[in-house]
C-alpha cells in the first residue's frame, strides 16, 4: 500500500500541494485528475523521492525514501530525461544494473518490442524523436517490475499505437496486482479501467471517488470534474479557503 499522509510542499512562495493525504491500496488503478498546475507532478515526485516535502509517505510500510521502498516503487515522468550519448539499450542496461537486475535483456526486448523500439536499441538519446523518448521512458519505468508505478501525464506525445498499448499495459499490470498512479490534465484519456479518481486543484485533493461511487452518483467523470473545480462546489470551497 502506498500511503500520502499529510504532504505539504512548498516552492517559494507557491504552496504547490497542500496538505494531501490519500492511500492506494495493492492492486488498484487511481486516476489522479486536474488541472495544469494543480500539483499533480510535484506530489509524484515528492512518492518517488525527487523533492523535500513535509508531511510523510510510506510505501508498503517503509519510509518512501528507504532502499525497501525505492525498489517497489516505479516512475514513468512527463518530461523524457534521457542522456544524450547513451544509446536506448545502454539506458536499460543503466538503470537494470542500478537495481542489480542481472536478468533485463529478455524483459527489455519484450519491451522494446510492444513499443515499437525495438529497431532503435542502438540510437543515442537524442537521435530518438520525443514519441520515442517518451516510449523509451516507458520501458525504463516497467524494466525492473515495480509493484507501485507512478506514470505523470503518460499519454503525451505518444503515437496511437503508443496509446493503444500503453492502456493495454495498465491493464496487463492491474491484473498482475500492480498499484498503479496515473496522472492527467485531459478526462478523455482516462477511458480505461480505474478504480478510484482523485480530483486535484490548486494543491489540494477535491473529490476522491471510486468507480462504483460515480455510477451510483449519476454524474459522469467530466461532470464532476466541473462541478468540482468550476461549479457550486468550487465556488464553497474557495470561500471556505479565503476564511481560513
Ligand atoms: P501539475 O502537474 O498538476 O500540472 P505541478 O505539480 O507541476 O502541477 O505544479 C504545481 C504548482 O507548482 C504550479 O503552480 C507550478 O507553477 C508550481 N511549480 C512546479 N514546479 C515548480 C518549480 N520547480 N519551481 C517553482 N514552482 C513550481
Redesign the pocket.
Known sequence: MLKVDHVTKR??K?L??DDVSFELQDGSVTVLL????????????SIIGFLKYEGKITAGGYPAKSQQARRMLGYIP?MPALYPNLTAEEHMEFLARAYRNKDYKDKMNELFKKFELDDKGKKFGDELSKGMQQKLNICLGLLNDPSILLL??PMIGLDPHAIKELKNTIEELRAEGKTLLI?T?IIDSVDMLWDRTLI?QR?RIRADITREELEADGRTLEELFFDVTEGLDASAMREEEAEE
Open positions: 516552492y517559494g507557491t504547490a500541494c486536474g488541472p495544469n498546475g494543480a500539483g499533480k507532478s510535484t506530489i509524484m515526485k512527463e505523470d501525464e496522472s490534465h486535484m494543491g
